[in-house]
Each structure stands twice: as structure tokens, then as C-alpha cells.
């Protein structure tokens, strides 16, 4: 019992020692604002409405947390949901969920729907990118196609694409 005590001393030390040596590494990333992507949503809205589709719109971060969810007058309960795993997929994956749908299609590709049941391969999921930096990304739910809603969310992205840098 007491060798065991002594040998934990000993690594206790050794390793808070280790840790002291050397600094911790750091990282640099750029982080999408709030009021981007408030107006990102927004504008994603403005367009699929100006179109006749009431949509749900969810924008997160670059983790794939969510930062806006807004959910347009009539639009579907599902989108609800979906918007947000769209989302969140284009983010995490730095692809649109459209590319991943494609990709997941092919004989023996790797499917990472398997272990992150978040994601979805259901288009309208673009990432947001800061020049070549994913900063986070937009779904947009709810218009008839998975390519109406891309198009909605490449208009919301569009909208603050001078301030992305």
C-alpha cells in the first residue's frame, strides 16, 4: 500500500512538472457574430418568402452549436428540426448537405450519418465560410426541394459575404 502511494506521488510529480515545462498550445480561429447571423437568417427567410415558401431557419456556429432558429409564419413543424441538423451538418462537415448526399451515395463510401445521428444528407445545408475558414453554417427547411431551400440559404449567406473575411 504504501509503494502504490509513493509511486503515485512520484507520477503526480513528474507529470505536474511535464506540465509546467511546457505552455500550453493555443489556437486562432474566426468566430461568426451574432448580428450576422441573425441577418443571414433573415435574409434566407426574406428570399424563400419572396418565393412563397415559409420556411424555418437555423444558423450555427462553427461546432455546429446552434446560434438563431427562426421559424417563419406557416411554415412546416418538421422544420423545426430539420433546419437545425441541416445546419449543423454543412458546419461540422464544411460541405453542403447536398455534396454529402452525394457523396454518401456512392458504393462503399463512408457514411458518417452511422455515428452522428444529427446530421442528415437532406439539401439545404450550407456551410459558412470566413475566407477559407467554416465559421459556421445555415439550413434552411420547409420550401418544396432540397434545392429551393439551398438557394435560400445561399441568399442569406450572399447577404453578409463582404463582412466574412
Known amino acids: 500500500m504504501i509503494r502504490t502511494c509513493a509511486l503515485a506521488a512520484c507520477l503526480a510529480a513528474f507529470t505536474s512538472i511535464g506540465a509546467m515545462a511546457q505552455p500550453l498550445p493555443t489556437e486562432t480561429f474566426k468566430v461568426l457574430p451574432a448580428a450576422l447571423s441573425l441577418e443571414a437568417a433573415q435574409a434566407a427567410l426574406a428570399a424563400c418568402k419572396a418565393q412563397g415558401y415559409s420556411v424555418t431557419v437555423s444558423v450555427v456556429d ?9 421559424v417563419g409564419d406557416g411554415a412546416s413543424p418538421t422544420g423545426r428540426g430539420l433546419a437545425p441538423r441541416k445546419a449543423y451538418t454543412s458546419a461540422i462537415r464544411k460541405i ?4 454529402l448526399n452525394k457523396r454518401v451515395s456512392q458504393p462503399g463510401a463512408f457514411n458518417p450519418l452511422q455515428f452522428d445521428p444529427q446530421m442528415t444528407i437532406e439539401r439545404g445545408g450550407v456551410p459558412i465560410n470566413a475566407e477559407k475558414e467554416t ?17 435560400c440559404a ?4 450572399a447577404k453578409i459575404s463582404d463582412r466574412l473575411k
Not at 427547411?141 to 439551398?150: N, T, V
Open 135 to 151: 465559421v459556421g453554417g445555415i439550413g434552411v427547411s420547409g420550401a418544396p426541394g432540397g434545392e429551393k431551400d439551398e438557394a
Open 154 to 157: 445561399d441568399a442569406g449567406i
Open 62 to 70: 462553427r461546432l455546429g452549436l446552434t446560434k438563431i432558429l427562426i
Open 96 to 99: 453542403t448537405t447536398g455534396e
